[in-house]
């Protein structure tokens, strides 16, 4: 009922730039905050950005002054915009979305497919 599709992943050389991009589509009343994660193998899952329905955005100190986060409301999608990458940026980013159903249903995270991210050196 509700998909999220990634794009924009791919391979870039330290100090490069790429730009994600995930879309939601299905039925639902309304969209709250949406985000990104990423997951490097051997390493936990981080929380890279968050980003509210008022476009109040949130951080992880890593990625502050290098990634920004935005959303186009009109069409239901969530960026993120990557500068000065480093190896260490190298992950699956997963993006996210905390939606409401109906206007009596509690909200529910829905995930994207995830997309590779690779920086080299």
């Known amino acids: 009922q509700v998909q999220l599709v990634e794009s924009g992943g791919g391979l870039v050389q330290a100090g490069g730039s790429l730009r994600l991009s995930c879309a939601a589509s299905?039925?639902?009343?309304?969209?709250?905050?949406m985000g990104w994660y990423r997951h490097a193998p051997g390493k936990q899952r981080d929380l890279v950005a968050t980003i509210t329905s008022r476009s109040s955005t949130n951080y992880a100190e890593s990625v502050k002054g290098r990634f920004t986060i935005s959303r186009d409301n009109a069409k239901n999608t969530v960026y993120l915009q990557m500068n000065s990458l480093k190896p260490e940026d190298t992950a699956i980013y997963y993006c996210y979305a905390d939606v409401t159903l109906t206007p009596v249903r509690p909200n529910y995270t829905y995930w994207g497919q995830g997309t590779q991210v690779t920086v080299s050196s």
């Open positions: 299905g039925s639902f009343f309304s969209i709250n905050v």
